[in-house]
Nanobody, 115 residues
Framework: QVQLVESGGGLVQAGGSLRLSCAASGSIFSSRAMHWYRQAPGKQREWVAV???????NYAASVKGRFTISRDNAKNTMYLQMNSLKPEDTAVYYCNVNVLGWDYWGQGTQVTVSS
């Protein structure tokens, strides 16, 4: 069974930074691509970034150049370093992994950026 637990969210002023973490249980972590998604109030969940098992990364256009995704396979943990935060980054952030066609999600962590 896969369990994902996000942490690191909070309230920050525009221009500030936060670092999110996603701790994964189970033995699948190192062999799977891991994703960050976010969902703002009244909006659909949107994809933010991915880090593959080999460490390659890709980002949504809205966060490229400001956010950095990374992983530590020894710790079964993924990170999202968020810099130059904007009010429009306010959302609940979720980590995600797909295992054999099944999507697993964490409970989410709230990020609020004040203007």
């Amino acid at each position: 069974q896969v369990q994902l637990v996000e942490s690191g969210g909070g309230l920050v002023q525009a221009g500030g930074s936060l670092r999110l973490s996603c701790a994964a249980s189970g033995s699948i972590f190192s062999s799977r691509a891991m994703h960050w998604y976010r969902q703002a109030p009244g909006k659909q969940r949107e994809w933010v970034a991915v880090v593959t098992s080999g460490g390659s990364t890709n980002y949504a256009a809205s966060v490229k150049g400001r956010f950095t995704i990374s992983r530590d396979n020894a710790k079964n943990t993924m990170y999202l370093q968020m810099n130059s935060l904007k009010p429009e980054d306010t959302a609940v952030y979720y980590c995600n992994v797909n295992v054999l066609g099944w999507d697993y999600w964490g409970q989410g962590t709230q990020v609020t950026v004040s203007s």
